[in-house]
């Protein structure tokens, strides 16, 4: 294999060469950082190619393919963050070697273009820093890129000119990006590459320059070791070194990742990379007009200042000491930049430092999504405040609003939380401790993304229009009781209408999706549990009705009155105009159905079902019987004694009509004749009203014949109240009570019964019309002579009220 | 060959070429893994409701229409697909793909012909899937299918 190559391209006897060079005797330690820092490019390539695999340089996909790497992707942190470590680590690596070469001398003649060169790579590097630090197009990198992009916009004359060129226009946007892109993964490295071929071509076309040797007495230092494997060995150390410290950085650390870029968002404050916060505070020293010194100027002419080392400092000595005016002026820059860093550092807002309490609160933070209305500095939603803002907060407030959001405001759409109690301490403590330190946390990848319309200003007020135009449209990304999450506290306008339950079936059926976007399907079945109106209802809620229309109870409202929240009678015609129930099915259903409207009767052969006339009031009115019971009498009424009583006298009972009526209630009879109808016999309106116990004193006074009709008077329910003697039977009753009677004598039946007279006067009272005439045939019936006939017929029949002398008021004596 | 003894250099030389070695693979694997792996990964399937089995009719492919979210990297989309449903007399179902074996057209059910029609290149499938005729390699393919509570659930 190797011969085949090396006769092809002779490049594996150069690479033996390359790597058997001498080397002076007096390169060591110091030199190994070259190729440290070619190691720690080479590592970048790597890591950075791999990406290449999945991240996408657009504004919408670039976030989300960051993540998905971080996430998804075997290793995916871990090579991210390798990424983000060496890019952090070359920086002060070259400066390193970079001083170093300054301190060796190493750029004197002739090796000015090794330096020159190098200097371009610092140059890329910090191009390749720049350009990097968009790709993620989080906020940070964002904010940071307009940051820079206005710095850029600075430089007088030119300024806009380049800032146009970098942004691909007028506005940071997609084009941005991908120019950032394509300088990042190509046209840096192109020139990475090339100026690292010509630098390294250089060191071994011109050899390593020994350490603090004149120019020109290179010659007389011995050659004494090779680059393989004398001074590798110092290479690998440094290497194996760096490795685990690169390692252990991105195992440990990972690359950060802060919420995805919202150009809205002006409350974001982006912080600058440790090691440009030397120029941050160089500009702090110039007022706002002459910022571009301090930002452009001084930094260019640093930059200049750096290249043209070789050229400035023409003095053949090597040795630091022998050019202390170069080495002074360069430490004094150096220790500048130094201190500048870290008064930079100084000035940064402090790190988030929670206790574990906070950091479980600020993970329940996340879980419960509240920066989905709250932002912390910047970040999240922008429908509730900014937690960073505001203060200091009390706990015991916190707490309060948590658990009660409607108390402090009432037209709040923040959800109350009844967390446990550990995780409502961690909460208000994690919210208590943010402050204008304190950085929105790290939030997983809620797919899909948001659309623009999210992040309009009212969105919380036209949501609704969007919703009822379409409300599939939010389905896309929100299950449907995502809606709860808010409208929990605030229902939708519809449903504050005081008949809401009544009319929101006619929503309901006009579109079945708005409600979608609150309420789960089964949320329906609460109510309409027995009422699926599937085709299995259909069939069955004829029985179900009459089964449990009554007895089934969904707190105060019966069944029947649930349907009647939604249907009226009619909705039944719809179904039943026509159609009949089961029960009707019966083929002599018209000559039973008396027996349907019946209250407990099982003797329906259609079901066992208690049917009563209730259940003909679903789909018959009261009218309907009179289709056919106008003139057509019910069976019950063709039993012998409907209408009378029996034969009078003893042993005779209650009319038919009357016993049925007392079965089975008058409402029996309300089905065919109004209340009047009884009223045509019975003088009054039937049954008794309430309270005529007390009230028939006047009815029977009035016309007791009317009570005779019904009422025997030696019925048990008179004799409860007229056993004791009335008030009108004085002491001198006896005497006075033929003048007293009012009523014939019929109010004395109650109690004496139909012959109360007779029991005393052995004949009907009062006289009849004729006695007058006809008293004189009572006296045929006695023995003996006239005379004594007279005598015996007074002491029997008229003693009780009429002395002999009583008569003569007619009869003269001895004239009959 | 003379065994070489182990001078400086060769310790040297097996310590730089072990280190070479060892930095390599520590950031080289990782780095491969993080390529290649993703490749072999399956993709998530997931089951879908189709309907009640009585709704469908014996010995009738009945077309229906599954539209379902699936990952993309880091993109969901929402992906249709059509498939076959065939339920037999014997109460047996199969759910079959409307996909043509031979160069992925749609194929459709000829009601006329009682066949499975691709346009493309004249294949014809019959009520199971099989081949009568036309370039198709290999019968249709079916989807995994189960029946639970009286409802039919494919797999995508």
Known sequence: MLNWLERETGLVSAWQRFWAQPLPATVGWGHIFGALTLLCLAILFVTGGAMMFYYSPTPDQAYPSVQYMERFLPFGKFIRALHYWAARLIVPLIIIHLVRAFLWGAYKKPRQMIWVTGVLLLLCVIGFGLTGYALPWDQKAYWGTAVRLKIAEGIPFIGHAIANFLKGGEQIGAVTLMRFYVLHVFVLPILTFLLVAWHIRQVHHLGVAPAWVRVGDEGAVPKTQRLHPDHTFRIAIGAIIFTALLLWFAARYPAPLEPRANPLDTAYKPHPDFYVLWLHELLKLFPPDWEFVGSFVLPTVLVLLLIAVPFLDRSPERHPLQRLPAITTGLTVLFAIIVLNIKGMEALPKPENLSPLERRGRELFVELRCYSCHGINGGGGPIGPDLGLGGKRDPKKVEAILRNPGAFNAHTVMPAYNLPPDDMKALVAYIVSLGPHSRMPPIPPVEPEKPPSHFEDNWLITHKFEVRKDPQSCQSCHKPFFCQACHQQRRPSSHLRPDWLKFHFGNAADELRTCDTCHTPDYCADCHRLTRHDTAWLRQHGATLTKFGETKRFGATTLHQLCYQCHTRQSCDECHQGALPESHKVPDFLQRHGELAKSGDKTMATANRQANAQTCATCHTQAFCTNCHMGAKPKSHEQPNFVAQGIRGAGRGKSGHALEALRKGVQSCATCHEQKFCANCHGMPMPHPQGFVRTHIQEARRNLALCQRCHDWGEQSCRQCHAKRPPSHTADFRETHPQRLADGGASCQVCHGRNACADCHRLPMPHPDNFLHAHGELAKGQQGNERQRVQNLHRQLCAHCHTIAYCRKCHLLGNP | ?156
């Open chain 2, 1 to 156: 060959m003379a065994t070489t003894e182990w001078t400086r250099r060769r310790w040297l030389d097996w310590f730089v070429k072990a280190a070479a070695f060892l930095v390599t693979a520590l950031f080289g694997l990782p780095t491969l893994a993080f390529v290649v792996l993703p490749a072999f990964r399956r993709s998530r399937t997931q089951w879908l409701k189709v309907g009640r089995l009585d709704e469908f009719r014996p010995n009738e492919p009945t077309a229906i229409t599954l539209t379902f979210q699936r990952r993309d990297g880091w993109v969901i989309r929402t992906v249709r697909r059509t498939v076959y449903v065939v339920v037999k007399p014997d109460g047996s179902v199969k759910v079959l793909s409307n996909i043509c074996t031979h160069a992925n057209c749609a194929v459709r059910w000829e009601h006329q012909k009682r066949a499975f029609f691709c346009p493309c290149h004249d294949g014809y499938f019959d009520l199971n899937g099989k081949v009568i005729s036309g370039p198709p390699p290999r019968p249709l393919d079916e989807l995994p299918h189960r029946l639970q509570g009286g409802f039919l659930f494919v797999r995508v």
